[in-house]
T-cell receptor, first 119, second 112 residues
Framework: AQTVTQSQPEMSVQEAETVTLSCTYD???????LFWYKQPPSRQMILVIR??????QNATENRFSVNFQKAAKSFSLKISDSQLGDTAMYFC????????????????FGQGTILTVHP | DADVTQTPRNRITKTGKRIMLECSQT?????MYWYRQDPGLGLRLIYY???????NKGEISDGYSVSRQAQAKFSLSLESAIPNQTALYFC???????????FGSGTRLTVV
């Protein structure tokens, strides 16, 4: 079974600065997807960024980028130029992409990191 | 209208009561899921369905049941609610698995 660990329960950052959220995972699979979801106080789950494990290039979406280290099973999220609207809970998640496996198609989440952006 | 609609948004119920949480989606996807969120534990899978005739238990299915009434509808029932089922419940749907899930806005359930 896969596990996802977010070791930082809470983080804070000043507006306009850069912050990195950590995520590690454990799997025996070779093909999978990784995701970061944002949950603002409205509690809606919003997809921030996704990474395909077979791609070496790190995914980027505007101010959000990842550092994907497959050998180390690490998937950190970097937020540049932090904004007040980035204040939220952030979840790292894993999905096995191998059809036939018991975990196929299911998202496994980490515990979450609460990020607070201060003005 | 939202792609995934959950009702009710908030609910307070008493121990021992039966309660149903409803979910409908307009994405046209076959796969639907129910998760619960607890502080410090993230989201954990309760049940999932890959099509109308395919329903499977997740990691924490005890005390819950589900019904997939149609491709678009997937409801979660608590047969006899207990206080440790107090949580935020999410319904989600997915198409191409590589693009993650679309979530509903959640149901905050409190069992007193």
């Amino acid at each position: 079974a896969q596990t996802v660990t977010q070791s930082q329960p809470e983080m804070s950052v000043q507006e306009a600065e850069t912050v990195t959220l950590s995520c590690t995972y454990d799997t025996s699979e070779n093909n999978y997807y990784l995701f970061w979801y944002k949950q603002p106080p409205s509690r809606q789950m919003i997809l921030v960024i996704r990474q395909e494990a077979y791609k070496q290039q790190n995914a980027t979406e505007n101010r959000f980028s990842v550092n994907f280290q497959k050998a180390a099973k690490s998937f950190s999220l970097k937020i540049s130029d932090s904004q007040l609207g980035d204040t939220a809970m952030y979840f790292c998640a894993f999905m096995n992409s191998n059809a036939g496996g018991t975990s196929y198609g299911k998202l496994t989440f980490g515990q979450g990191t609460i990020l607070t952006v201060h003005p | 209208d939202a792609d995934v609609t959950q009702t009710p948004r908030n609910r307070i119920t008493k121990t021992g009561k039966r309660i149903m949480l409803e979910c409908s989606q307009t994405k046209g996807h076959d796969r639907m899921y129910w998760y619960r969120q607890d502080p410090g534990l993230g989201l954990r899978l309760i049940y999932y369905s890959f099509d109308v005739k395919d329903i499977n238990k997740g990691e924490i299915s005890d005390g819950y049941s589900v019904s997939r009434q149609a491709q678009a509808k997937f409801s979660l029932s608590l047969e006899s609610a207990i206080p440790n089922q107090t949580a935020l419940y999410f319904c989600a749907t997915s198409g191409d698995r590589g693009y993650g899930y679309t979530f509903g806005s959640g149901t905050r359930l409190t069992v007193v």
